[in-house]
């Protein structure tokens, strides 16, 4: 047997390796009533802002707490709770993905990546004027 | 219907040239493919010929759309879908070339019109033989990108998205395109991401692309070379290509990290984004690639992979492709993607010029020449493939944690319902847990695997000298480590093998190439890449916050969520800590659409209490009513670190000027200079009355009149503040302007000037006063210096092994030796 061929073996041997490894690595989008979250293991929960219920944020009093309630994609709601400033916009937020773990009744999140389509693409057309116009005309 | 004042004939002429780019590129590649298998040279001739003509209209043709694009971006015709989408009125015209690559279809535009520059430069330069096979290649890889471009339906599957679109046609239900003169609504357009407006963003993509398209040219060479089965001659022309292009692209990855740091808020220069990833992947293998190329030059050896890297290369940057443009990413990347329904017709290219290569390579693999001898353990060539190697597996990694999110996409295919993977819970260290031991590994091998020679190697030399280098590697690191408190396990590896890296490679340039500049590319990459990493450890590990909130909350016993309070309260006017730091938000100034928030630091001496250093920094945001509120950090460079700030919240201020004070809650006074107002927070002192010849708030004009009083406004704790209400007369008729000074609460205005008793009525009204402040976060980035210096000595690294090739093959033809060796 040739170097390479030990070379080549064993960095077959390191990307099976890695392949195994990464079945601990990847984490998974759950609810917040799945079984991962309620264990109170670290996961990620897609959703939507509950824009009904209250958002607390007072920088004065704590710059660093702010909450809110979020709908999972089956429909359950949860308060989260973040340790940090309140996203500018969150209001506007589409869809939030949190990072993070339930404790007690409320699910803390260290990481909220918001997408906000407005931000990057307005699919609304804006212009100036047009509903006075097509008012008077009607 | 016939709609008024739209402009349709660039669209039409841009359409038109996006077909003929897409037909040209087809046309040309039937004519290079023809050329080639032709084994008649009159017949090669006139069908090269013919592709060379060809080319040159779809070269026309690129221009052309590249022309027609700018001027409906430069001319504002927002009929034209994507100027309305990417920019408007306000852009200002060093942005306007960024409008281009904002969207999906001026990326693929880019691209294109690399590849056609060095399509040029390869007709040039490739010479008879390999000039039809590596342009048919390219001309293939051309139609595929044009047909990005087409936005033709053919039957119900749309192929492409063409730039040339009517806005009209684009927002089809919109009721307003009913109208004839719906062009007199549409005043302005969407705009730019306020992101990509910034310098970084105006070089970077266009440096980015033609780092990926320079990949094509080492693949098209693998490809003709399988194809006309001649396995070795085409590695003399791919050397200096694939050396610019691992310079190119390694410039523009980086460049893509520098401006994440100095205008993203994510706190850094590299996040493991699968944007970032992407783009990094094709450079590792790359970089392999030029590796084994040298080893085979100067030994026979690791020809196969060689092949095998170039191919992949390329592969990988169109897989990367088809991650970021398709919008399956979806969650996992703060990057926005534009989903264009194009993802199908990305996979179809990715499969159609991956299989082949894949079989190409497969059926020739056992006839391209392999040495029968084995290298030596103790030979440079059999280091490089180690090497190669290492960064493979460092390139599988990262893509295959990349790929999470395909894969729910492949087991939805196959009937699996709900897949849920995602991405790691903290990609950075997990990343790093992998990245880290193979970063160790690649700048110890990138040391030693110099100082063995190709073939064979004395190894009594080679033990003494790093026996030596060990030594003061060892001395420097723990040195740096004790002052730096890096005895960190994993940090400590990291640094002794990056002070190794330096200190071998330093040594090599010193002693052994006795300092000659012009031959010591390899020496000056691999040190620069040392340099690099230990920049990487010092503003990763070293990184600290220093606004931590202390206000309201009482850490108590649980020190350990000091991590959680990282944003800072910065009332205005309070002095804060912050590390060595006092700092102070001193108020807001606007100049649209930018806010500054200035704020400053004070460095104070512990022991005397003296300020001995201030500076301030303007950590601004966007307020763009369209896109909400963007932070942009502001950044002190010392040498030896940065301070780099950003603003996380900011209170709402849109409404306060729409706050309108009811005439009845004025209060009127008639004072004259020197006398005082009380007002229920503060007295206020008329300073003096003047006339004032230039104001920001008044657009004066000749005749005009304008008066100020000079306010000095003294709150209960002592603050001072001064305002000016203006009266002012225009055309005979005159007007007061108010002055605000909304952190008390006050409306001023100058109402009327008595100027027989020297007397002015000012009148004030007290309103709900507004609290300014500002949340802020504030980071100290150790030797982050280190990192753009890493990087500067690696692509300088590339460069002079290129100057070097260029050099050889300049001086060898011109004394008419024949070229053995490069």
């Known amino acids: 047997m040739k170097k390479v061929h030990i070379v080549g073996l064993g960095m077959i041997a390191v990307a099976i390796g890695i392949i195994v490894s990464m079945a601990s690595d990847y984490s998974t989008y759950e609810t917040f009533t799945s079984e991962k979250v309620k264990a109170g293991r670290e996961c990620q929960v897609v959703g939507t802002l509950v824009k009904e219920k209250p958002m607390e944020y007072d920088a004065a009093k704590d710059a660093n707490y702010f909450s809110f309630y979020m709908k999972d994609k089956s429909g359950n709601e949860s308060k989260v709770i973040f340790h940090g400033s309140k996203p500018q916009d969150f209001d506007r937020s589409e869809s939030i993905v949190l990072t993070g773990k339930l404790n007690g009744d409320a699910f803390e999140a260290n990481h909220i990546l918001m997408k906000c389509p407005s931000k990057y693409k307005n699919d609304k057309l804006d212009i100036n004027g047009y509903q006075e116009v097509s008012a008077t005309k009607s | 219907m016939i709609f008024e004042n739209e402009f349709t ?50 070269a026309i043709a690129i221009a052309g759309i590249v022309g027609i694009l700018y001027y409906i971006i430069h001319e504002h015709r927002f009929e034209y879908n994507y100027a309305w989408e990417h920019s408007n009125l306000q852009l200002p015209y060093k942005y306007l070339l960024a409008c281009f690559w904002e969207g999906q279809e001026g990326s693929f535009l880019l691209w294109m019109w690399w590849n056609m520059v060095l399509g040029f430069v390869l007709m040039l330069r490739a010479g008879h033989k390999w000039e039809a096979p590596v342009l048919t290649i390219f001309m293939v890889v051309q139609a595929f990108l044009a047909s990005m471009l087409l936005g033709i339906y053919f039957g119900d599957y749309k192929v492409g998205s063409t730039p040339f679109n009517l806005l009209r046609n684009v927002m089809v239900e919109a009721p307003i395109f009913q109208r004839a003169d719906y062009l007199s609504f549409i005043k302005d357009g969407n705009g730019l991401n306020p992101l990509l407006q910034n310098y970084w963003m105006v070089i970077h993509p266009p440096i980015l692309f033609l780092g990926f398209a320079s990949t094509l040219v080492p693949f098209a060479y693998a490809m003709a070379a399988l194809w006309k089965k001649n396995f070795t001659e085409w590695l003399k022309p791919v050397l200096p290509w694939s050396l610019f292009s691992g310079a190119v692209l390694g410039t523009g990855i980086m460049m893509g990290g520098a401006w994440a740091y100095e205008s993203l808020t994510f706190g850094g220069y590299w996040a493991w984004d699968p ?85 190409l390579l497969a059926i020739n693999w056992k006839k391209i020449p392999s040495p029968q001898t084995e290298e030596a353990l103790a030979s440079r060539e059999f280091w490089i493939f180690i090497g190669a190697g290492i960064l493979f597996i460092s390139a599988f990694q990262i893509m295959l944690y990349t790929s999470i999110p395909v894969y729910n996409t492949i087991m939805e295919a196959f009937g699996f319902k709900n897949a849920n993977l995602a991405p790691p819970v903290d990609p ?103 340099v690099f990493l230990i920049g990487v450890l010092l503003s990763s590990a ?246 753009w210096l890493g990087v500067i000595l690696t692509v300088s690294g590339f460069v002079v092994s290129l100057i070097r090739v260029f050099r050889r093959r300049n001086s060898i033809s011109s004394i008419q030796v024949s070229v053995g060796e490069v």
């Open chain 2, 428 to 530: 950075k260290s997990t990343y790093n847990a992998y990245q880290l031991p193979i970063g160790v590994l690649i700048l110890i091998l990138s040391s030693f695997a110099l100082y063995l020679k190709f073939k064979k190697s004395d190894m009594k030399i080679f033990w003494r000298r790093m026996i030596f280098i060990t030594v003061i590697s060892s001395i420097l690191a723990t040195t740096i480590a004790w002052f730096g408190d890096l005895f960190f396990p994993t940090w400590f590896a990291l640094l002794f093998a990056s002070v190794f890296s330096i200190t071998a490679n330093l040594y090599y340039f010193i002693i052994v190439l006795s300092g000659k500049l012009r031959i010591s590319g390899p020496a000056l990459a691999h040190f620069g890449f040392g």
């Open chain 2, 542 to 787: 070293k990184q600290h916050t220093i606004s931590f909130n202390y206000r309201g909350i009482d850490f108590g016993q649980k020190m350990s969520e000091k991590d959680l309070h990282e944003n800072q309260y910065m009332p205005r006017g309070s002095r804060e800590n912050m590390g060595e730091y006092a700092v102070t938000y001193m108020g807001d100034s606007t100049s649209e659409p930018n806010h500054y928030y200035n704020v400053r630091f004070e460095r104070i001496d512990s022991s005397t209490k003296q300020v001995i250093e201030s500076f301030v920094l303007h950590p601004n945001a966007q307020i763009n009513p369209k896109m909400g509120l963007i932070a942009n950090p502001d950044t002190k460079h010392y040498l030896t670190h940065d301070i780099y700030t950003h603003v996380t919240t900011v209170p709402d201020k849109t409404d306060e000027d729409a706050q309108q004070v009811a005439a009845d809650s004025f209060k009127e006074h008639i004072i004259s200079k020197g006398d005082t107002i009380f007002t229920s927070n503060s007295f206020v002192i008329l300073e003096n009355i003047e006339k004032v010849e230039k104001s920001n708030r008044v657009n004066l004009e000749a005749g005009d009149l304008l008066v100020g009083a000079k306010l000095s406004i003294e709150t209960m704790d002592g603050k001072k503040i001064s305002a000016e209400p203006l009266y002012y007369i225009h055309n005979g008729v005159a007007e007061p302007i108010e002055e605000r000074i909304s952190e008390l609460g006050l409306v001023f205005h100058l109402s009327k000037i008595i100027p027989d008793d020297s007397k002015v009525q000012i009148d004030v009204a007290e309103i709900k006063p507004e609290k300014d402040y500002i949340v802020m976060k504030a980071i100290v980035f150790p030797g982050i210096n280190l990192v």
């Open chain 2, 275 to 359: 944007v970032e990833n992407a783009s990094l992947v094709p450079w590792l293998i790359l970089v392999a690639g030029i590796h084994t190329l040298l080893a085979f030059k100067k030994s026979g050896h690791s020809l196969r992979s060689t092949f095998l890297f170039f191919i992949l290369t390329f592969v990988l940057v169109l897989y990367s492709t088809f991650l970021t443009r398709s919008g399956i990413l979806g969650n996992s990347s703060v990057h926005a993607f534009t989903d264009l329904g194009m993802s199908g017709q990305l996979v179809f290219y990715l499969a159609a010029l991956t299989i082949p290569a894949i079989i």
């Open chain 2, 9 to 58: 004939l660039p669209g039409i002429a841009g359409q038109l040239c996006v077909i003929t780019a897409f037909a040209g590129s087809l046309v040309s590649a039937v004519a290079y493919f023809i050329s080639t298998q032709s084994k008649d040279e009159t017949v090669q001739l006139s069908w090269k010929k013919f592709a060379r003509l060809v080319y040159a209209i779809h």
